[in-house]
Every structure is written in structure tokens, then in C-alpha cells.
T-cell receptor
């Protein structure tokens, strides 16, 4: 079965630096790879979606890359701020349906 | 737009009781998803509907769990009888088409004593 692995350890970054989160998957490539943000006590919030034929996607300070050879996506937050502290979830969607598989998430802390 | 609405936000019940969780998806969305989140297992898809029809319920843990979507604006997830291991946060999400982008509700925190 398909597995998704994200940084299991929490990531602590100094404010202003670039935070980089990793999402690795096994087996076949998804049609879409997505990143969500989740704050404590709230539901996940969609951030970015990248398709398998796209290499990179940007939105403001966020950048996502998708390497189907490495079976990996990287999620970057540039000029990080304490308000970026949250858990970030990677999710895969396959073309056959809208079924989505989530990774376990990486907790990111940005210290002032 | 009010977003996805879930009720109740918190539910505390005793083992053996029936629990019903409710969800109102975003108007115009044709997909609805039910998830369960725990520290140990993360976010798990339980079941999803397309145009009110259940498409995949392979994530439903056992027969104690059932879900219905009687119309486009309402869905329920029922647990009968509830057990302590069902304690978790249950999320409902909806999406339009197969874009993959999902909108989550605030969740229902269920505690079964």
C-alpha cells in the first residue's frame, strides 16, 4: 500500500530563515500532491497543490517542489515568522478518485 | 461563505452509548469526506461521498460505524455502540469536483469514557 513519510521530528527554525519540510512517498506517483497547515484545535487548511507534471509551485513566501524520480516533495517557507508555527501535512490524491492520503505531519516552530 | 459546519464541537459520552456527529458541507461542493485524527494514527479517511452516494467506506473501522448523506447539505457519522478507543477528533471536509483541494470543518472532539 502507498506510504507517506514526513519529518517525524519537530523542526525548530530561527525567525527569518527558510524552513524546509520533506514529504516522501512509496510506489506510484499521485496525480496531485498537496500541503495543508493545521493549528492546534483546528482543521487542516489547504495551502498549495502541485500536479505530477509540475516541478514547482509558488504562493507568496511558500514554495513546493515535486520530484517524481525521487518520489519526494519539498515545502519551503522563506523569511519564516513565528506565526508560521504549526503542523504541516502532506497529502496525495490519485487520479482515479478524490480519495486522499495524508502524511502524519511535521510540527514546525519558528523562534523569534 | 460559512465554511464546513460540524456539530457538536465536543462530545463526552459513556461506553456503549450511541454517538451522532453532524456535518454541513460548503454549498456547491459535491464531495464530502469524514476523517478521524489521533496522535497515534494521524489523519485517517473513514468514508467519502460523491453527490450524496458513498464511494469508498474502506476506512470505516468496523460495523459500529455508519455514515449517511440524505441530501447535499447534510451528513451524519454514527457510532453505535461507542468504545473508549473511538476517542478522537472527527473532521468533515468537502470539495468541488476532483480538484483535490479540501475544506475542513473545525472538528468534533469525541471522548468516550
Amino acid at each position: 500500500s502507498q506510504k507517506i513519510e514526513q519529518n517525524s521530528e519537530a523542526l525548530n527554525i530561527q525567525e527569518g530563515k527558510t524552513a524546509t519540510l520533506t514529504c516522501n512517498y512509496t510506489n506510484y506517483s499521485p496525480a496531485y500532491l498537496q500541503w495543508y497547515r493545521q493549528d492546534p484545535g483546528r482543521g487542516p487548511v489547504f495551502l498549495l497543490l502541485i500536479r505530477e507534471n509540475e516541478k514547482e509551485k509558488r504562493k507568496e513566501r511558500l514554495k513546493v517542489t515535486f520530484d517524481t524520480t525521487l518520489k519526494q516533495s519539498l515545502f519551503h517557507i522563506t523569511a519564516s515568522q513565528p506565526a508560521d508555527s504549526a503542523t504541516y501535512l502532506c497529502a496525495l490524491t490519485y487520479s482515479s478518485a478524490s480519495k486522499i492520503i495524508f502524511g502524519s505531519g511535521t510540527r514546525l516552530s519558528i523562534r523569534p | 461563505d460559512a465554511g464546513v459546519i460540524q456539530s457538536p464541537r465536543h462530545e463526552v459520552t459513556e461506553m456503549g452509548q450511541e454517538v451522532t456527529l453532524r456535518c454541513k458541507p460548503i454549498s456547491g461542493h459535491d464531495y464530502l469526506f469524514w476523517y478521524r485524527q489521533t496522535m497515534m494514527r494521524g489523519l485517517e479517511l473513514l468514508i467519502y461521498f460523491n453527490n450524496n452516494v458513498p464511494i469508498d467506506d474502506s476506512g470505516m473501522p468496523e460495523d459500529r460505524f455508519s455514515a449517511k448523506m440524505p441530501n447535499a447539505s447534510f451528513s451524519t457519522l454514527k457510532i453505535q455502540p461507542s468504545e473508549p478507543r473511538d476517542s478522537a477528533v472527527y473532521f468533515c471536509a468537502s470539495s468541488r469536483g476532483t480538484s483535490g483541494k479540501q475544506f475542513f470543518g473545525p472538528g468534533t472532539r469525541l471522548t468516550v469514557l
